[in-house]
Structure formats: structure tokens, C-alpha cells
């Protein structure tokens, strides 16, 4: 599609990973980025507890033992927020945008991200909305506010890290395990659960370039 901008973003698919791989991919691609270089990579990370800087280890509410032998990793990071989940079924988002180029200051991004997954989720059917106060997209389910995408970012040098973690079809209960960007009445839901229906990963993404090249004004380039 033609754009105003005229910037270019690469899509990295990486599938299902171990979290520490997918952060020292996108550290790899941050130290080599050309000047007009964007980079959006797509993943899945097998059970993860990260905390952010905002976040401490009472965010965490099972001990270290019972964690591991669920299979939980626990790992500090250097992203903005508290204490959030990463599963199989959950679509992790990096964009590498080079905020300059874009015209945006970094609240303007976190905001503008938030906008692109709302319009995003409109265009499969599901309504959604921003709360002030509350970063990310929350849903009204069954009279309940929940949480379907969770945003924590940084940046570095005008380039953003980290970025948004999606609930496709992933298992909500390993949200049970903390408190939830330090909401402790905060609930977590899905694509699966609002539609009621299985979920197709690469309809989902394309749905969701769609958006990013809508509300981002650029071009996105899959290999």
C-alpha cells in the first residue's frame, strides 16, 4: 500500500521460542540497524514469568519451587511495567521502529500501538477499548474488564524494544500465577474466548500488518 511516510518494516516470524533467544534477536538486529531500518518481529515464548521496571518479585505469587516445577521461567527485563505471562498461544510483538522517522515521541508510540491492536480487533469482530491509566487493550467480558493484550516497551538510542504480547489461544490460568501489570483484580482473556472459536495464527497475523500498516503509515515487508 502507497504511504505517506514511506517507511519500510521487516517481519521476522520466529515461531515458538525460549524468551532469552527472542530478546538477544532483537538486541542483534538493534546493533546493526541501518538509519532507515524498521524491523517487526512475530513469536511465541514457552512459559515465562518477566518483570518489568516497574515490577518486583511480589508481583510473583507462587514461590520460585512451585514455579519451576510447573515450568515457569522467571526473568527481569529491562521493558517498562510490572510483571506479566508468556505462553504457547500468546503472539509476542517486537517492533524496532525508529521513532524519529515516524514523528513520534514514546508516548505517543505506546498509545499509537494501543490503537493499531483496537482497530485490529474490530476487524475480526471484537470490541475493544483503551483505559486511561491502564496500559494496554482491555475488553468488557462477562461484566468483567479484562485484559487481552498487555504493552511494555523500551527505547533506546530513538529506537523502541520489547512491544505487546496478543492472547491468541493460550492458557489464561498461568495468569493466575501473578498479579497482572500489578492489578491484583485484573483478568486476563483471549481471541479464543471472545470469539468462540478456534483460531487461525496466520489469518491473525496478517490481520494484524493490516492494522500496523493502517495505523502506522508504512509498509510492511514478509519474506
Known sequence: MSTQNNQKIKVHDLGLVDYTFGI????????????????????????????????????????????????????????????TI????????????????????????VRRIEIMIVDFLKEIGIDSKIIIGKTGVWIDSSNKQKKIAA?????????????????????????????????PESEATSLKTELKSDIDKSDIKSKLLNSFEKIFDCEVIVD
Open 151 to 183: 504493552i511494555g516497551v523500551r527505547v533506546s538510542g530513538g529506537i523502541t524494544m520489547h512491544g505487546f504480547a496478543l492472547n491468541m489461544d493460550n492458557n489464561l490460568s498461568d495468569f493466575n500465577s501473578i498479579i497482572p501489570c500489578g492489578l
Open 24 to 83: 538477544n534477536f532483537q538486541k542483534d538486529l538493534l546493533n546493526c540497524i541501518e538509519k532507515d531500518e524498521n524491523h517487526l518481529i512475530f513469536l511465541e515464548h514457552n512459559k515465562t514469568i518477566t518483570i518489568g521496571t516497574k515490577g518486583t518479585v511480589g508481583d510473583i505469587l507462587f514461590t520460585t519451587e512451585q514455579l519451576e516445577n510447573d515450568g515457569f521461567s522467571v526473568i527481569k527485563t529491562d521493558r517498562g511495567g510490572q510483571a
Open 86 to 109: 508468556h505462553n504457547k498461544g500468546q503472539l509476542v510483538v517486537y517492533p524496532l521502529v525508529q521513532l524519529r522517522e515516524f514523528g513520534l515521541k514514546p508516548v505517543d508510540y
